[in-house]
Protein backbone atom coordinates (compact mmCIF):
# COMPACT_ATOMS: atom_id res chain seq x y z
CA UNK A 1 0.00 0.00 0.00
CA UNK A 2 1.46 3.02 -1.12
CA UNK A 3 1.86 5.51 2.36
CA UNK A 4 0.99 9.35 2.28
CA UNK A 5 3.54 11.94 3.22
CA UNK A 6 1.87 13.79 6.36
CA UNK A 7 1.47 17.33 5.87
CA UNK A 8 2.54 19.73 8.99
CA UNK A 9 -1.21 20.66 9.33
CA UNK A 10 -4.25 20.17 7.23
CA UNK A 11 -6.27 23.60 7.80
CA UNK A 12 -8.77 25.11 5.57
CA UNK A 13 -7.21 28.67 4.81
CA UNK A 14 -3.88 29.31 6.54
CA UNK A 15 -4.14 33.36 5.91
CA UNK A 16 -7.16 33.03 8.35
CA UNK A 17 -4.78 33.45 11.11
CA UNK A 18 -5.33 36.37 12.38
CA UNK A 19 -9.24 36.39 13.00
CA UNK A 20 -8.05 33.04 14.16
CA UNK A 21 -5.83 34.94 17.08
CA UNK A 22 -8.19 37.26 17.80
CA UNK A 23 -10.60 34.48 18.96
CA UNK A 24 -7.86 32.65 20.71
CA UNK A 25 -7.72 36.51 22.62
CA UNK A 26 -11.27 36.51 22.80
CA UNK A 27 -11.62 33.08 24.84
CA UNK A 28 -8.35 33.47 26.97
CA UNK A 29 -10.29 36.38 28.48
CA UNK A 30 -12.49 34.10 29.70
CA UNK A 31 -10.61 31.43 30.83
CA UNK A 32 -8.65 32.64 34.23
CA UNK A 33 -8.06 29.29 35.54
CA UNK A 34 -6.18 27.54 32.40
CA UNK A 35 -4.10 30.80 32.18
CA UNK A 36 -3.28 30.82 35.69
CA UNK A 37 -1.93 27.26 35.26
CA UNK A 38 -0.60 28.30 32.01
CA UNK A 39 1.77 30.48 33.46
CA UNK A 40 3.13 27.80 36.09
CA UNK A 41 3.37 25.40 33.08
CA UNK A 42 5.75 28.31 31.76
CA UNK A 43 8.26 28.02 34.19
CA UNK A 44 8.37 24.53 35.50
CA UNK A 45 8.06 22.68 31.94
CA UNK A 46 6.00 19.80 33.59
CA UNK A 47 5.45 18.10 30.28
CA UNK A 48 8.75 18.45 28.44
CA UNK A 49 9.42 15.99 25.52
CA UNK A 50 6.08 14.80 25.69
CA UNK A 51 3.59 14.01 22.49
CA UNK A 52 0.28 15.21 23.73
CA UNK A 53 -2.26 14.29 20.76
CA UNK A 54 -5.75 15.84 21.01
CA UNK A 55 -8.97 14.87 19.31
CA UNK A 56 -10.88 17.37 20.20
CA UNK A 57 -13.72 19.56 18.87
CA UNK A 58 -11.42 22.44 17.28
CA UNK A 59 -12.78 25.34 18.49
CA UNK A 60 -10.85 28.64 20.38
CA UNK A 61 -11.73 27.60 23.75
CA UNK A 62 -9.21 24.09 23.02
CA UNK A 63 -6.76 26.35 21.40
CA UNK A 64 -6.40 27.84 24.57
CA UNK A 65 -5.78 24.40 26.18
CA UNK A 66 -3.36 23.72 23.41
CA UNK A 67 -1.39 26.53 23.87
CA UNK A 68 -1.02 25.78 27.42
CA UNK A 69 0.08 22.42 26.64
CA UNK A 70 2.73 23.64 24.77
CA UNK A 71 3.83 26.25 27.50
CA UNK A 72 4.27 23.26 29.40
CA UNK A 73 7.01 21.99 26.80
CA UNK A 74 4.86 19.48 25.09
CA UNK A 75 4.38 18.93 21.63
CA UNK A 76 0.78 19.31 20.67
CA UNK A 77 -0.80 17.84 17.80
CA UNK A 78 -4.75 18.53 17.31
CA UNK A 79 -7.38 16.26 15.31
CA UNK A 80 -10.90 17.29 15.22
CA UNK A 81 -13.31 15.22 17.05
CA UNK A 82 -16.04 15.96 14.94
CA UNK A 83 -16.45 16.82 11.52
CA UNK A 84 -18.76 19.72 11.86
CA UNK A 85 -17.31 21.54 14.92
CA UNK A 86 -13.88 23.01 13.62
CA UNK A 87 -13.13 26.71 13.95
CA UNK A 88 -11.58 26.81 10.53
CA UNK A 89 -9.62 30.60 11.98
CA UNK A 90 -8.69 28.96 15.31
CA UNK A 91 -7.07 25.80 13.34
CA UNK A 92 -4.91 28.37 11.06
CA UNK A 93 -3.80 30.44 13.91
CA UNK A 94 -2.47 27.35 15.61
CA UNK A 95 -0.90 25.77 12.45
CA UNK A 96 1.18 28.98 12.54
CA UNK A 97 2.12 28.54 16.16
CA UNK A 98 3.77 25.56 15.40
CA UNK A 99 1.01 23.33 16.93
CA UNK A 100 0.12 20.14 14.45
CA UNK A 101 -3.85 20.83 13.51
CA UNK A 102 -5.66 18.41 11.50
CA UNK A 103 -9.11 20.35 10.88
CA UNK A 104 -11.06 21.20 8.24
CA UNK A 105 -15.39 22.44 9.00
CA UNK A 106 -17.30 20.34 7.44
CA UNK A 107 -14.84 17.30 6.52
CA UNK A 108 -15.69 14.33 4.85
CA UNK A 109 -15.93 11.10 6.99
CA UNK A 110 -13.12 9.82 5.11
CA UNK A 111 -10.71 12.70 5.89
CA UNK A 112 -12.07 13.00 9.37
CA UNK A 113 -10.06 9.60 9.84
CA UNK A 114 -7.01 10.41 7.42
CA UNK A 115 -6.63 13.20 9.69
CA UNK A 116 -6.73 10.72 12.63
CA UNK A 117 -3.68 8.96 10.69
CA UNK A 118 -1.96 12.09 10.58
CA UNK A 119 -2.31 12.81 14.18
CA UNK A 120 -1.13 9.37 15.31
CA UNK A 121 1.47 9.55 12.74
CA UNK A 122 3.40 11.79 15.80
CA UNK A 123 3.97 8.87 17.79
CA UNK A 124 1.51 10.05 20.96
CA UNK A 125 2.72 9.88 24.69
CA UNK A 126 -0.52 11.02 25.98
CA UNK A 127 -3.67 11.02 23.84
CA UNK A 128 -6.86 13.63 25.06
CA UNK A 129 -10.07 12.85 23.68
CA UNK A 130 -13.67 13.86 23.11
CA UNK A 131 -15.49 10.25 22.17
CA UNK A 132 -12.93 8.10 22.29
CA UNK A 133 -11.85 7.64 18.69
CA UNK A 134 -7.93 8.08 19.34
CA UNK A 135 -8.04 5.11 21.96
CA UNK A 136 -10.16 3.22 19.55
CA UNK A 137 -7.81 3.30 16.57
CA UNK A 138 -4.83 2.78 18.19
CA UNK A 139 -6.81 -0.35 19.95
CA UNK A 140 -7.97 -1.46 16.82
CA UNK A 141 -4.39 -0.70 15.23
CA UNK A 142 -2.62 -2.76 17.74
CA UNK A 143 -5.59 -6.24 16.94
CA UNK A 144 -4.17 -5.76 13.08
CA UNK A 145 -8.10 -4.49 12.65
CA UNK A 146 -9.02 -3.72 8.76
CA UNK A 147 -11.56 -2.50 6.87
CA UNK A 148 -14.06 1.04 6.86
CA UNK A 149 -12.01 3.55 8.80
CA UNK A 150 -8.89 1.36 9.69
CA UNK A 151 -7.96 1.12 5.98
CA UNK A 152 -8.20 5.25 6.03
CA UNK A 153 -6.04 5.05 8.30
CA UNK A 154 -3.80 2.50 7.46
CA UNK A 155 -3.22 4.38 3.99
CA UNK A 156 -1.76 7.26 5.84
CA UNK A 157 0.16 5.05 8.84
CA UNK A 158 0.57 1.58 7.65
CA UNK A 159 0.45 -0.86 9.77
CA UNK A 160 1.88 0.00 13.06
CA UNK A 161 0.53 -1.67 15.82
CA UNK A 162 3.49 -0.43 17.94
CA UNK A 163 2.21 3.06 18.26
CA UNK A 164 0.24 1.87 21.12
CA UNK A 165 3.32 0.73 23.72
CA UNK A 166 4.48 3.96 23.66
CA UNK A 167 1.53 5.83 25.00
CA UNK A 168 1.69 6.05 29.12
CA UNK A 169 -1.97 7.18 29.33
CA UNK A 170 -5.04 9.15 28.03
CA UNK A 171 -7.79 11.49 29.09
CA UNK A 172 -11.58 11.41 28.02
CA UNK A 173 -13.52 14.69 27.76
CA UNK A 174 -17.22 13.76 27.14
CA UNK A 175 -19.72 11.10 28.18
CA UNK A 176 -19.93 8.87 25.48
CA UNK A 177 -16.51 8.38 25.59
CA UNK A 178 -16.24 7.08 28.71
CA UNK A 179 -19.07 4.58 28.11
CA UNK A 180 -16.99 3.10 25.44
CA UNK A 181 -13.58 2.87 27.47
CA UNK A 182 -15.81 0.89 30.40
CA UNK A 183 -17.08 -1.37 28.29
CA UNK A 184 -13.37 -1.54 26.58
CA UNK A 185 -11.95 -2.48 30.25
CA UNK A 186 -14.59 -4.90 30.53
CA UNK A 187 -13.93 -6.44 27.48
CA UNK A 188 -10.51 -6.42 29.27
CA UNK A 189 -9.33 -4.88 25.64
CA UNK A 190 -7.63 -1.62 27.19
CA UNK A 191 -4.11 -1.13 26.68
CA UNK A 192 -3.18 1.74 28.55
CA UNK A 193 -4.72 3.96 30.98
CA UNK A 194 -7.65 6.32 30.78
CA UNK A 195 -8.46 9.14 33.02
CA UNK A 196 -12.27 9.91 32.69
CA UNK A 197 -12.01 13.89 32.69
CA UNK A 198 -15.99 13.66 32.30
CA UNK A 199 -16.51 12.12 35.47
CA UNK A 200 -15.23 14.73 37.49
CA UNK A 201 -17.47 17.22 39.22
CA UNK A 202 -15.61 20.14 37.94
CA UNK A 203 -16.67 18.74 34.53
CA UNK A 204 -19.91 16.79 34.61
CA UNK A 205 -21.32 19.83 37.04
CA UNK A 206 -21.05 22.35 35.04
CA UNK A 207 -20.05 21.31 31.02
CA UNK A 208 -22.42 19.24 31.14
CA UNK A 209 -25.42 21.18 31.88
CA UNK A 210 -24.87 24.67 31.95
CA UNK A 211 -22.53 24.23 29.33
CA UNK A 212 -24.33 22.11 26.89
CA UNK A 213 -27.70 23.71 28.37
CA UNK A 214 -27.01 27.22 26.57
CA UNK A 215 -25.22 26.30 23.39
CA UNK A 216 -27.61 23.46 22.47
CA UNK A 217 -30.28 25.86 22.86
CA UNK A 218 -28.08 29.10 20.96
CA UNK A 219 -27.50 26.29 17.92
CA UNK A 220 -31.06 25.57 17.30
CA UNK A 221 -31.64 29.38 17.29
CA UNK A 222 -28.89 30.19 15.48
CA UNK A 223 -29.69 27.37 12.89
CA UNK A 224 -33.15 28.73 12.65
CA UNK A 225 -34.29 32.09 14.34
CA UNK A 226 -37.22 30.32 15.58
CA UNK A 227 -38.81 31.76 19.02
CA UNK A 228 -38.65 29.25 21.66
CA UNK A 229 -41.53 30.56 24.25
CA UNK A 230 -44.29 29.15 23.88
CA UNK A 231 -43.15 25.54 21.67
CA UNK A 232 -43.56 21.87 22.95
CA UNK A 233 -39.74 21.04 23.33
CA UNK A 234 -38.94 17.93 24.10
CA UNK A 235 -35.94 16.38 25.58
CA UNK A 236 -34.59 13.47 24.79
CA UNK A 237 -32.47 11.95 27.99
CA UNK A 238 -32.45 13.23 30.96
CA UNK A 239 -28.93 12.96 32.21
CA UNK A 240 -26.66 16.06 32.88
CA UNK A 241 -26.55 17.06 29.91
CA UNK A 242 -30.18 16.85 29.28
CA UNK A 243 -31.04 18.30 32.26
CA UNK A 244 -29.49 21.40 31.30
CA UNK A 245 -30.95 21.71 28.15
CA UNK A 246 -34.81 21.30 30.03
CA UNK A 247 -33.96 23.96 32.46
CA UNK A 248 -32.95 26.55 29.48
CA UNK A 249 -35.60 25.26 27.45
CA UNK A 250 -37.99 26.49 30.25
CA UNK A 251 -35.85 29.94 30.89
CA UNK A 252 -36.75 31.00 27.69
CA UNK A 253 -40.72 29.83 27.91
CA UNK A 254 -40.94 26.60 26.15
CA UNK A 255 -43.69 24.14 27.18
CA UNK A 256 -41.00 20.96 28.02
CA UNK A 257 -41.45 16.98 27.87
CA UNK A 258 -38.37 14.57 29.15
CA UNK A 259 -38.33 11.24 27.36
CA UNK A 260 -35.80 8.64 29.48
CA UNK A 261 -35.57 5.00 30.20
CA UNK A 262 -34.41 5.08 33.11
CA UNK A 263 -37.01 5.89 36.62
CA UNK A 264 -34.81 8.26 38.40
CA UNK A 265 -34.09 10.21 35.55
CA UNK A 266 -38.01 10.34 34.87
CA UNK A 267 -38.90 10.74 38.65
CA UNK A 268 -36.47 13.44 38.72
CA UNK A 269 -37.52 15.47 35.35
CA UNK A 270 -41.66 15.13 37.20
CA UNK A 271 -40.54 16.49 40.08
CA UNK A 272 -38.47 19.33 38.90
CA UNK A 273 -41.66 20.26 36.87
CA UNK A 274 -41.04 18.45 33.48
CA UNK A 275 -43.78 16.47 32.12
CA UNK A 276 -42.43 13.04 31.51
CA UNK A 277 -44.08 11.10 28.54
CA UNK A 278 -42.67 7.83 26.15
CA UNK A 279 -41.26 8.20 23.04
CA UNK A 280 -43.95 7.79 20.87
CA UNK A 281 -46.24 10.30 23.11
CA UNK A 282 -43.94 13.01 22.79
CA UNK A 283 -43.42 12.47 18.82
CA UNK A 284 -47.06 13.76 18.77
CA UNK A 285 -46.66 16.65 20.24
CA UNK A 286 -43.24 18.26 20.10
CA UNK A 287 -42.30 21.37 18.36
CA UNK A 288 -38.66 21.06 18.55
CA UNK A 289 -36.54 17.72 19.93
CA UNK A 290 -33.34 17.43 20.98
CA UNK A 291 -31.40 14.24 22.10
CA UNK A 292 -28.92 13.28 24.75
CA UNK A 293 -28.76 9.90 25.31
CA UNK A 294 -25.43 8.66 23.60
CA UNK A 295 -27.88 6.23 22.33
CA UNK A 296 -28.22 4.41 18.89
CA UNK A 297 -31.98 5.44 16.65
CA UNK A 298 -33.83 7.26 20.08
CA UNK A 299 -35.74 8.63 17.24
CA UNK A 300 -36.79 6.88 14.78
CA UNK A 301 -38.95 6.10 11.93
CA UNK A 302 -42.27 4.85 13.75
CA UNK A 303 -41.41 8.60 15.78
CA UNK A 304 -41.24 10.36 12.58
CA UNK A 305 -44.65 9.28 10.92
CA UNK A 306 -46.15 10.65 14.39
CA UNK A 307 -44.46 13.91 14.15
CA UNK A 308 -46.34 17.68 13.37
CA UNK A 309 -45.62 19.05 9.90
CA UNK A 310 -42.33 21.16 10.43
CA UNK A 311 -41.20 19.99 13.33
CA UNK A 312 -37.27 20.29 14.56
CA UNK A 313 -35.23 17.46 15.06
CA UNK A 314 -31.42 18.20 16.66
CA UNK A 315 -29.38 15.94 18.61
CA UNK A 316 -26.65 17.01 21.76
CA UNK A 317 -25.21 13.87 22.05
CA UNK A 318 -21.61 13.08 21.08
CA UNK A 319 -22.49 10.85 17.71
CA UNK A 320 -25.05 11.64 14.89
CA UNK A 321 -26.48 8.21 15.70
CA UNK A 322 -29.91 9.28 17.96
CA UNK A 323 -32.02 10.27 15.33
CA UNK A 324 -32.18 7.73 12.53
CA UNK A 325 -30.84 9.92 9.03
CA UNK A 326 -31.20 6.42 7.39
CA UNK A 327 -35.16 6.16 8.82
CA UNK A 328 -35.63 10.06 7.32
CA UNK A 329 -34.21 8.99 4.40
CA UNK A 330 -36.42 5.99 4.01
CA UNK A 331 -39.21 8.05 4.67
CA UNK A 332 -38.73 11.14 2.22
CA UNK A 333 -39.61 12.07 -1.07
CA UNK A 334 -37.67 14.87 -1.03
CA UNK A 335 -34.63 15.95 0.59
CA UNK A 336 -32.59 19.61 0.68
CA UNK A 337 -30.73 21.85 2.71
CA UNK A 338 -33.78 25.00 3.31
CA UNK A 339 -31.05 27.35 5.02
CA UNK A 340 -27.38 26.84 6.13
CA UNK A 341 -27.45 23.43 8.01
CA UNK A 342 -30.66 23.35 8.01
CA UNK A 343 -31.72 19.97 6.29
CA UNK A 344 -35.51 19.40 5.24
CA UNK A 345 -36.97 16.14 4.91
CA UNK A 346 -40.14 16.44 2.64
CA UNK A 347 -41.62 12.84 3.91
CA UNK A 348 -44.05 11.04 1.80
CA UNK A 349 -46.90 11.97 4.22
CA UNK A 350 -46.85 15.55 2.75
CA UNK A 351 -44.86 16.61 6.02
CA UNK A 352 -42.23 18.47 6.65
CA UNK A 353 -39.53 17.74 8.72
CA UNK A 354 -35.89 19.80 9.46
CA UNK A 355 -32.73 18.35 10.94
CA UNK A 356 -29.82 20.49 12.22
CA UNK A 357 -26.84 20.17 11.97
CA UNK A 358 -26.96 16.67 9.22
CA UNK A 359 -27.80 15.42 13.31
CA UNK A 360 -24.47 16.33 14.53
CA UNK A 361 -24.17 18.29 18.00
CA UNK A 362 -26.01 21.04 17.48
CA UNK A 363 -24.13 23.09 19.98
CA UNK A 364 -21.05 22.94 18.48
CA UNK A 365 -22.28 22.27 14.44
CA UNK A 366 -24.53 25.33 14.32
CA UNK A 367 -23.04 27.36 17.31
CA UNK A 368 -19.83 27.97 19.00
CA UNK A 369 -19.99 25.39 21.13
CA UNK A 370 -20.13 26.08 25.19
CA UNK A 371 -18.78 29.17 26.51
CA UNK A 372 -15.20 29.91 27.30
CA UNK A 373 -15.97 29.78 31.02
CA UNK A 374 -17.36 26.45 31.44
CA UNK A 375 -14.64 25.05 29.29
CA UNK A 376 -11.90 26.90 31.52
CA UNK A 377 -13.03 24.22 33.85
CA UNK A 378 -13.06 21.05 32.25
CA UNK A 379 -9.47 22.42 30.12
CA UNK A 380 -7.93 22.96 33.51
CA UNK A 381 -8.72 19.53 34.08
CA UNK A 382 -7.04 18.42 31.13
CA UNK A 383 -4.20 19.89 31.87
CA UNK A 384 -3.45 19.27 35.55
CA UNK A 385 -4.55 15.46 34.14
CA UNK A 386 -1.79 15.01 31.51
CA UNK A 387 0.47 16.37 34.38
CA UNK A 388 -0.79 13.81 36.53
CA UNK A 389 -0.20 11.07 33.89
CA UNK A 390 3.93 12.39 33.45
CA UNK A 391 4.48 12.48 37.08
CA UNK A 392 2.72 8.66 37.48
CA UNK A 393 3.37 7.42 34.46
CA UNK A 394 4.46 3.80 36.24
CA UNK A 395 1.90 4.00 39.16
CA UNK A 396 -1.65 4.09 36.37
CA UNK A 397 -3.54 1.13 36.57
CA UNK A 398 -4.36 0.05 33.49
CA UNK A 399 -8.00 1.28 33.38
CA UNK A 400 -10.61 3.78 33.83
CA UNK A 401 -9.47 5.72 36.29
CA UNK A 402 -11.13 9.04 38.56
CA UNK A 403 -9.77 12.41 37.96
CA UNK A 404 -7.93 12.78 41.25
CA UNK A 405 -10.00 14.51 44.09
CA UNK A 406 -7.33 16.69 45.13
CA UNK A 407 -7.09 18.16 41.40
CA UNK A 408 -11.22 17.97 41.04
CA UNK A 409 -11.59 20.07 43.85
CA UNK A 410 -8.73 22.51 43.16
CA UNK A 411 -10.35 23.39 39.77
CA UNK A 412 -13.48 24.13 41.44
CA UNK A 413 -11.66 26.25 43.98
CA UNK A 414 -9.26 28.25 41.23
CA UNK A 415 -12.43 28.96 39.47
CA UNK A 416 -14.11 30.52 42.51
CA UNK A 417 -10.93 32.53 43.48
CA UNK A 418 -11.09 33.95 39.87
CA UNK A 419 -14.74 34.64 40.31
CA UNK A 420 -13.66 36.57 43.22
CA UNK A 421 -16.29 33.94 45.54
CA UNK A 422 -15.14 32.46 48.78
CA UNK A 423 -16.52 29.42 50.88
CA UNK A 424 -17.41 29.57 54.47
CA UNK A 425 -14.95 27.90 56.52
CA UNK A 426 -15.61 25.29 59.06
CA UNK A 427 -15.63 26.48 63.29
CA UNK A 428 -13.38 23.71 65.12
CA UNK A 429 -16.30 22.37 66.88
CA UNK A 430 -18.14 22.12 63.42
CA UNK A 431 -15.35 20.15 62.51
CA UNK A 432 -14.87 18.11 65.68
CA UNK A 433 -18.87 17.57 65.07
CA UNK A 434 -18.58 16.10 61.93
CA UNK A 435 -15.74 13.79 63.08
CA UNK A 436 -17.54 12.64 65.92
CA UNK A 437 -20.18 9.66 65.49
CA UNK A 438 -21.31 9.98 69.39
CA UNK A 439 -23.23 13.01 69.52
CA UNK A 440 -27.00 12.25 68.47
CA UNK A 441 -30.30 13.16 69.34
N1 LIG B 1 -17.34 20.83 23.77
C1 LIG B 1 -18.42 21.60 23.93
N2 LIG B 1 -18.14 22.89 23.75
C2 LIG B 1 -16.81 22.96 23.45
C3 LIG B 1 -15.93 24.03 23.16
N3 LIG B 1 -16.34 25.30 23.15
N4 LIG B 1 -14.66 23.71 22.91
C4 LIG B 1 -14.25 22.43 22.92
N5 LIG B 1 -15.03 21.39 23.18
C5 LIG B 1 -16.31 21.65 23.46
Known sequence: MEMEIVPDYWVKDISLEADGRKLLEWAELSMPVVMKIRK??????????YTLVGCLHITKETGVLARTLKAGGAKVVLTASN?????????AALAVEGINVY??????????YRCIGYALSHEADIT????????????????GEKGGEMDIVESVLGERPDLIEKVIGGSEETTTGVIRLRAMARDGALKYPLVAVNDAKSKNLFDNPVGTGQSALDGVIRATD???????????????????????????????????????????????GFRVATMREAAEYGDIFITATGNINVIRKEHFELMKNEAILANAGHFDVEISKPDLE???????EIRPLVTEYKLKNGKRLFLLGEGRLVNLACAKGHPSEVMDMSFALQ????????????????????????????????????MDLKTEKLTEQQEEYLKSWKIGT
Open 40 to 49: RFEEEKPLKG
Open 128 to 143: IDDGADLVSTLHKMAR
Open 383 to 418: ALCAEYMVKNADKLPVTVIDVPQDIDEKVARLKLET
Open 226 to 272: VLIAGKNFVVVGYGHVGSGIAERARGLGALVIVVDVKPHNALKAAMY
Open 83 to 91: PLSTTDEVA
Open 103 to 112: AIKGESNEDY
Open 330 to 336: ELSENIR
